[in-house]
């Protein structure tokens, strides 16, 4: 099944531009001008990704982001012209997986997409289900079914994020940095001035937390990284 990937920009330039590399690389394309027709084909149809802009009229990206992730997990590119690390920061506590700031390499912005796809899509090997299952505490994580449950409820999570979370359960009380955290996950070069992992991670044990009444699963060793502990 080709991945159909969602476009939501009102600069219809831009998205037209995004949608002639898209399908030179054999994506299949849908296109909204506005939050509000966004968010009304993620009901209707199945999206595998959407690149959203940030500054578009009515409903903002940071909105339709917030909304999307009250039903979805799809994997989510923001775009926008500001390019502060507050704006960055912003975005990606809303629910973004990436963050690019305007005017983009086409090139790149083809590169990212098939990053977050491939993390996004878990690969079923053919080995024991217990292999596949961690249990910590109350923590459950099963890669098979790319789901995490706390004290049996479930926990949705962005594909980041549950890539993040398996790496620290897999290796509990070993101690990650940032960046073996990013390059892991990301596959991808880990800069200095990259602060996507210390998002996710907040965003994440701002997830566990709320399922465990503020009870700490993942620690930070200051100056080191990130280990998670039962």
Not at 64 to 90: F, G, Q
Not at 148 to 164: N, R
Request: aromatic fraction near 6%.
């Amino acid at each position: 099944m080709d991945k159909q990937i969602l476009i939501v920009d009102d600069d219809d330039k831009i998205a037209r531009l995004i949608e002639i590399y898209l399908v030179n690389e054999g994506f299949t394309v849908a296109k909204a001008a506005d939050g509000y027709r966004a968010l009304e084909i993620m009901e209707k149809e199945e999206v595998q990704l959407i690149i959203l802009d940030v500054m578009m009229p009515g409903l903002d990206g940071i909105d339709v982001c917030i909304r999307i992730r009250e039903n979805h997990t799809t994997p989510i590119l923001m775009l926008s012209a500001k390019d502060s690390d507050m704006d960055k920061i912003n975005g990606l506590m809303t629910g973004a997986d990436d963050y690019m700031v305007k005017p983009f390499n086409p090139l790149e912005l083809v590169a990212r997409v098939k990053s977050l796809l491939r993390r996004s899509s878990y690969q079923s090997a053919a080995a024991p289900a217990s292999e596949h299952i961690i249990k910590i505490g109350p923590l459950h994580c099963d890669k098979e079914t790319h789901t995490a449950t706390v004290y049996g409820s479930p926990v949705k999570l962005t594909p980041i994020e549950f890539g993040i979370l398996y790496l620290l359960a897999s290796h509990p009380g070993r101690v990650f940095s940032s960046e073996e955290i990013f390059e892991l996950i990301w596959k991808d070069k880990y800069f200095d001035s990259n602060n996507s992992v210390t998002v996710h991670i907040s965003r994440l044990r701002d997830k566990l937390e709320k399922e465990m009444e503020g009870e700490k699963l993942i620690h930070t060793v200051w100056g080191v990284g990130y280990k998670l502990e039962g």
